[in-house]
């Protein structure tokens, strides 16, 4: 225990730790390693500035305490990535708040040693204390490969430590080998720069360490036979994908529904229990709805995490994104991130969190931009809603029913609008040249631990709920005070001419003369053109804090006897006051723009959130709130204008 | 045009007797590559020493395992695993086809 004594004090800050760093390719096994080392002392977060998530943790050995952090996966450090940068100025400690490391862990793949012993090079070349793990010993064995890995030591001058994260095989030995990272041995000499004597060196090295590489792995060959087959690969992806869809859509459901169930009878508790109405109110409605509104997330968010890893895990995911590639080439991304994209469907939230899986933040901005666009499940009811206004279900164009082919149209231009705005900010990023190359490596097929499966969905709820949760209760707390002030008294209800025992009358007087009411007011010369009413303008800031709210308050603003299913209301609603005064609300061309906004704007706060927390800044948020809602205006104007020419031509129902 | 890890300057030039690029080679078959070539530049530069570190070196043997349903990317065995190109990329990589008594997969005939 003598190697607890230098260091001095080792005390509980965090500063004082030795920080060690994991380097090493995509694959190698290095986020195993950081799993195993720091099980759920983890946290996620994002380097300054950039949009690349950081994995940091604590680690305790001897009362000697270190704190570990994992970098981005890289093939070499010549940085052609935001990601691959980081990863050198992580090394050199450019990173400003972040000091530079003190020792460096190089996860090693012993099937691809020939290849990794150039990241060897350039990583002993910085002269910092760094040891090898060496992973996947036991798949080099299994293909009949073999490795001296003392020897392997010797030839490298540093220490060589044999891992089988997954089986948590070597993970003592590495805890206890970081104890003395200061007297690890050091190469006497570099590696040669030259390319061709580097590749002697290899030679050299792999001739000392005695190594005999793995033959090409059969099972894996014979699996890839049909799963990237032109026909049968693409069956197989097409099941999976739907699979995958109709887990997240329609399995969370009923996981969905328990949860309102739960905090429905919590509201219920309250307002049965809690003597004045307002403070009921503040507790059932805002802060239960709140809280209520971010936990409704969870099933979504673990189920996909679920998926995510198995998928991940058991090497799927590079053959899905393969089969992918050319289709999603088309909107200037790759394979991988047809996934985020379909998720989408489901809801933007667990869509963006997907995006973590795309190794280059260009990649990963320009699906967070896009995937907000895609047809989520929350604007489903308003579409239903709106649908309903403008086509009778009666109205048949052939066999088909009028209003399905309203809601498949409204589903392509989402989904064809999400690869055109995917395409416009992949081309503007890449104006500073850096064009990153498309290259992806094929891991074997092998089984996922559970282990590994149940970290990454306790690691993305948590970060969920520790990063958006804020975000999401202070949105639907604020925008119920909005809905809600001030506060008006029995006697004041009557003095209005109203009977307090009449809650649909009463709800409609509060909204109307709430902070909310006179906002929509305020905006109306903003939306006027689109032809929305003050009325409308309030349902649409209501639907910030989630879409399906809209639906909600227009019923309440229409005093509808109910509130959740608001259509005869809506259509008799007529507007009050200036120049449109007697003309119904919901006109047709209305209709058609509240529809195309619904579209094209970022009512979600979540969603706003979730993209806060993945890009680790306001910057791209606003950029994605600001451009939808232009598009959303843009877009509403141009429907509005032409179903009102539309209407003027034909014949006026 | 220039090359880079060009270990012969005359031979690495597609289009020159038995060399092509990587992405014209046919499935199955097994190539060596002579040169990891791209346009001049810095960034062109780090994008053939990224392939490179990929272990797509000259002198190394590569073969085309299979193409996606599209017909681009395509999957390569290099270095002992598998890696997953476009063409865009392949076709930076110059290699010659290995004389046929060296080719153990079979070719499409």
């Not at chain 1, 920080?19 to 080392?37: Q, Y």
């Not at chain 1, 760094?130 to 890995?149: K, Q, Y």
């Not at chain 1, 990237?228 to 699979?243: N, Y």
């Amino acid at each position: 225990m003598t190697d607890s004594c230098h260091g001095g004090g080792t005390t509980s800050v965090a500063s004082d730790a030795a920080r060690v760093v994991l380097v090493g390719s995509p694959n190698a096994g290095k986020t195993s390693i950081f799993n195993r080392l720091t099980g759920l002392n983890a946290k996620t977060g994002n380097y300054p500035g950039v949009t690349v998530g950081r994995s940091t943790g604590l680690l305790t050995v001897d009362s000697l305490r270190f704190s570990i952090e994992d970098l981005p996966g890289t093939y070499g450090l010549s940085p052609i990535s935001p990601d691959e940068q980081v990863v050198v100025s992580a090394l050199s400690g450019a990173l400003p708040g972040i000091g530079s490391p003190d020792a460096l862990v190089l996860v090693v793949d012993a099937t691809t040693l020939r290849r990794s012993l150039h990241l060897v090079a350039e990583v002993l070349a910085l002269h910092q204390p760094t040891l090898i793990a060496l992973t996947l010993t036991d798949e080099l064995g299994a293909r009949g490969g073999t490795l001296d890995s003392a020897a392997l030591g010797r030839a490298l001058g540093v220490p060589v430590v044999g891992v089988i994260a997954h089986r948590g095989l070597g993970i003592a030995e590495l805890r206890s080998a970081l104890t003395s990272w200061r007297e690890w041995s050091r190469p006497v000499l570099d590696a040669p720069a030259d390319a061709a004597e580097l590749a002697a060196w290899v030679d050299s090295v792999l001739l000392t360490a005695r190594y005999r590489p793995a033959g090409p792995d059969r099972r894996t060959a014979r699996i890839d036979a049909v799963l990237l087959h032109p026909v049968w690969g693409t069956l197989v992806f097409a099941a999976v994908m739907v699979a995958f869809f109709q887990v997240i859509f329609a399995f969370a459901a009923p996981l969905q529904g328990l949860v309102e169930v739960l905090f429905a009878g919590l509201a219920d508790l309250v307002d049965r229990f809690v003597p004045w109405p307002w403070l009921a109110g503040l507790l059932g409605d805002a802060v239960l709805g709140g809280v209520g509104g971010v936990v409704i997330f969870l099933p979504q968010i673990l189920l996909m995490f679920l998926l995510v890893s198995v998928l991940e895990g058991i090497g799927y995911m590079s053959r899905a994104a393969f089969l992918m590639d050319r289709v999603m080439g088309a909107a200037g991304l790759e394979g991988r991130a047809f996934v985020a994209l379909l998720s989408s469907f489901a809801c933007a939230v667990p869509g963006i969190m997907a995006t973590r899986t795309l190794p280059s933040a260009k990649d990963r901005i320009a699906t967070m931009m896009a995937a907000p666009l895609m047809t989520c499940s929350a604007r489903l009811p308003v579409y239903i809603l709106l649908i309903g206004l403008l086509v009778s279900p009666d109205e048949r164009f052939g066999p088909l029913q009028v209003q399905g082919l309203v809601m498949f149209a409204l589903y392509l231009l989402g989904a064809l609008s999400a690869m055109v705005a995917a395409w416009i900010v992949k081309a503007v990023q890449d104006r500073d040249g850096l064009l990153m190359p498309f290259y992806m490596e094929m891991p074997p097929y092998r089984i996922p631990t559970l282990r590994s499966i149940a970290l990454s969905m306790w690691g993305s709820a948590t970060a969920f709920l520790r990063k958006c949760g804020s975000i999401i209760l202070v949105t639907t707390i604020l925008l119920w005070l909005l809905l809600n002030l001030p506060l008006h008294t029995d006697a004041e209800l009557r003095a209005a001419g109203l009977d307090p025992a009449d809650d649909g009358a009463v709800s409609a007087y509060v909204l109307d003369t709430s902070a909310a009411g006179a906002i929509g007011r305020a905006v109306e010369p903003v939306f006027d053109p689109l032809g929305f009413d003050w009325r409308v303008n309030v349902g649409v800031l209501a639907s910030l804090s989630a879409r399906e709210t809209f639906v909600a308050t227009l019923g309440q603003i229409a005093s509808a006897t109910d509130p959740d299913n608001p259509a005869d209301a809506l259509a008799a609603m007529t507007y009050t006051d200036g120049a449109h005064e007697g003309e119904p609300v919901f006109s047709a061309p209305t209709v058609a723009a509240l529809l195309v906004f619904f579209v094209y704007a970022l009512q979600c706060m979540s969603t706003v959130g979730v993209m806060r927390r993945e890009t680790g800044s306001w910057r791209w948020p606003l950029i994605a709130f600001g451009y939808m809602f232009a598009l959303a205006w843009l877009g509403a104007w141009l429907a509005h204008g032409a179903v009102l020419l539309a209407t003027a031509a034909g014949p006026t129902p | 045009m220039t090359t880079v890890h060009s270990s012969d300057e005359s031979a690495a030039r597609p289009g020159s007797a038995g060399t092509l690029t990587l992405d014209q080679l046919e499935v199955g078959r097994l190539g060596r590559v002579l040169a990891v070539g791209a346009e001049v530049g810095d960034v062109a530069r780090r994008l053939a020493d990224r392939l490179g570190a990929l272990g797509v070196l000259p002198g190394t043997s590569i073969r085309p395992l299979r193409r996606a349903p599209l017909g681009d990317p395509s999957v390569y065995r290099v270095c002992d695993f598998d890696l997953c190109l476009r063409d865009a990329q392949a076709s930076l990589v110059t290699v010659t086809v290995d004389v046929p008594g060296t080719t153990t997969a079979g070719r499409a005939s």
